[in-house]
């Protein structure tokens, strides 16, 4: 742009920095950022959308942060400032201020009081490792009420974390969730199930054969191993002709993999299942798409532990996404990962309690049962049913819904509640967690939980589950082989060859252009 003037330039440059200062404000609440990540990772979810929509009054947000921190806790600081800016930007109840408590005494007593403690971080500085006391911590305040997060370490799942203390903030009707152990002598420790709940609902113990209180509105149930006294059992039917919704874990057989023992279960529960068309089979389930266990193999004078797949512990993956309940129960969620599961069969004769039964998931097409002769060994050689795969996918959760509006639900693992089990498992505990929030109605959190949930092992021969059942694993073991060596070829050949067409390029390049000079200047 050519200046005429003093004048001009001045009136130019003001116009200019006036443009800025209002694109910068404008920018703070209109803004669209372009995530390009599959999961949308860093763009607030509908599920954070609709949350903060429902604030009635003012949210602030009261960020503990120390300023001089190590670069991959300098990253999580700016991640959550720019999410922060989004829910500021989606509500004008939301408002946010990040302080220093080191940078002043006053600032550390209302850190401390506000429940935000400094921990203890190993940093380098001036080439040697020392010791330092950091804030990362973020108090929420609404009306007479504080939700803190202590600790902040990581992006990862730190939306959720944000988004699930306001929720727990505006949300006044807390519904009530219990947990009920039909096996009274041998109950599981559900002390991470329990962490959970607590966050969103009001979570109490259940006694099977006290009547149950008018307030629950789910019922978690972990499985029976015997059968169970009549009053529990017409407590439940009650529950559910009440129109209220029930969550069973229960396996068709009691395995145990340290003592390599199994045997049917014979209850009275699987009446109840039966009169809401679930009829649940006394087999193991076997999958070849399953988890690793770690047994002991002898290695000349030494015994080392080895991963070995585990059959007994299918990795599922196939999820019921044509149906809406279950579509919404399994929303982004890649795995589910059950114990010793049983099979269930969905009983085609209607009655009238029952509306409809719907598969959640089901094993792999190269699955198998086994039935009255157990053997729990992971070695083929031991186990030949190991071997005898290539059945059609197994259902291992599906649900029957009521005509009076209640819901049983089950899982075939009586294991799937325990810390033990499959509370142990991260996407256990996401599904878990969408399947309370779809049976209590409450699903603002369900996409949220899942979306960042990333466990996507490499499938390197791309297999049907019918070609899979088809080779042996030996012949599978040297298609792997050869593919590996083939790509790691290929990671070494293709750099060399790019760098050098590169240099051959700009070598002719060059060459042509000293040529055309040359016959200028000649």
């Known amino acids: 742009m050519l200046v005429k003037n003093k004048n001009s330039f001045l009136i130019y440059v003001g116009a200019l920095l006036f443009g800025l200062i209002i694109l910068n404000v404008t920018a703070r609440d209109l803004f669209y950022r372009y995530d390009l990540t599959d999961n949308k990772k860093f763009s607030l979810s509908s599920s954070s959308k609709t949350i903060v929509s429902k604030l009635d009054d003012r949210l602030t947000m009261k960020v503990y942060f120390s300023d001089d921190l190590p670069n991959e806790l300098g990253n999580t600081r700016r991640f959550l400032q720019d999410i922060l800016e989004e829910y500021r930007a989606k509500s004008n109840y939301v408002n946010f201020f990040f302080h220093d408590p080191e940078s002043d005494t006053d600032l550390e007593e209302q850190a401390r009081k506000d429940g935000i403690q400094p921990v203890q971080m190993q940093a380098l500085e001036n080439d040697e490792m020392v010791v330092k006391k950091v804030y990362l911590g973020m108090v929420l305040l609404y009306e007479n009420k504080k939700e803190i997060i202590p600790l902040i370490q990581s992006t990862a799942g730190l939306e959720y974390m944000i988004s699930t203390k306001i929720k727990s903030l505006i949300n006044l009707d807390k519904k009530t969730v219990g947990i009920m152990h039909l096996d009274q002598e041998n109950q599981p420790k559900t002390e991470n199930l329990t962490s959970q709940l607590n966050q969103h609902y009001n979570f109490r113990a259940l006694n099977p054969k006290d009547k149950l209180p008018n307030n629950v509105d789910v019922i978690l149930i972990t499985g029976a191993t015997d059968s169970i006294d009549t009053s529990a059992y017409s407590n439940l039917n009650e529950?559910?002709?009440?129109?209220?919704?029930?969550?069973?874990?229960?396996?068709?057989?009691?395995?145990?993999?340290?003592?390599?023992?199994?045997?049917?279960?014979?209850?009275?529960?699987?009446?109840?299942?039966?009169?809401?068309?679930?009829?649940?089979?006394?087999?193991?389930?076997?999958?070849?798409?399953?988890?690793?266990?770690?047994?002991?193999?002898?290695?000349?004078?030494?015994?080392?532990?080895?991963?070995?797949?585990?059959?007994?512990?299918?990795?599922?993956?196939?999820?019921?996404?044509?149906?809406?309940?279950?579509?919404?129960?399994v929303d982004n969620l890649e795995q589910v990962l059950p114990l010793f599961p049983s099979e269930i069969v969905i009983d085609t004769v209607e009655n009238s309690i029952v509306s409809s039964v719907i598969p959640l998931f089901s094993t792999s097409d190269n699955s198998g049962l086994m039935e009255s002769n157990f053997i729990l060994s992971p070695d083929p050689q031991q186990n030949p049913f190991i071997k005898m795969l290539g059945q059609k996918g197994k259902i291992i959760a599906a649900t029957s819904k009521l005509a009076n509006g209640g819901e049983l639900m089950l899982i075939s693992d009586s294991r799937f509640l325990s810390d033990e089990g499959g509370m142990s498992i991260p996407d256990n505990i996401v599904f878990l967690m969408n399947t309370v929030d779809y049976l209590a109605g409450d699903k603002d959190l369900i996409s949220l939980r899942s979306r960042e949930i990333s466990s996507r092992p490499l499938d390197i021969l791309g297999l049907t589950d019918q070609e899979e059942a088809s080779l042996s694993q030996e012949m599978k073991d040297k298609m792997k082989n050869k593919i590996k060596k083939r790509w790691k070829f290929i990671n070494l050949a293709l750099p060399s060859f790019l760098i050098i067409g590169f240099g051959i390029f700009r070598f002719r390049k060059d060459k042509n252009q000293a040529e055309v000079l040359k016959q200028i200047y000649d």
Not at 247 to 253: D, F, P
Not at 258 to 277: E, G, V, Y
Not at 310 to 320: E, G, K, S
């Open 239 to 329: 529950f559910l002709a009440s129109g209220k919704k029930i969550l069973l874990t229960q396996s068709g057989v009691n395995a145990d993999i340290q003592t390599q023992q199994a045997t049917p279960i014979n209850s009275n529960i699987f009446d109840l299942l039966k009169a809401h068309r679930l009829k649940l089979n006394k087999n193991l389930v076997l999958d070849s798409k399953c988890g690793n266990v770690q047994v002991q193999q002898s290695v000349g004078l030494f015994r080392m532990n080895r991963a070995v797949q585990y059959p007994f512990f299918p990795v599922i993956d196939r999820f019921n996404n044509e149906d809406s309940t279950a579509n919404i129960i």
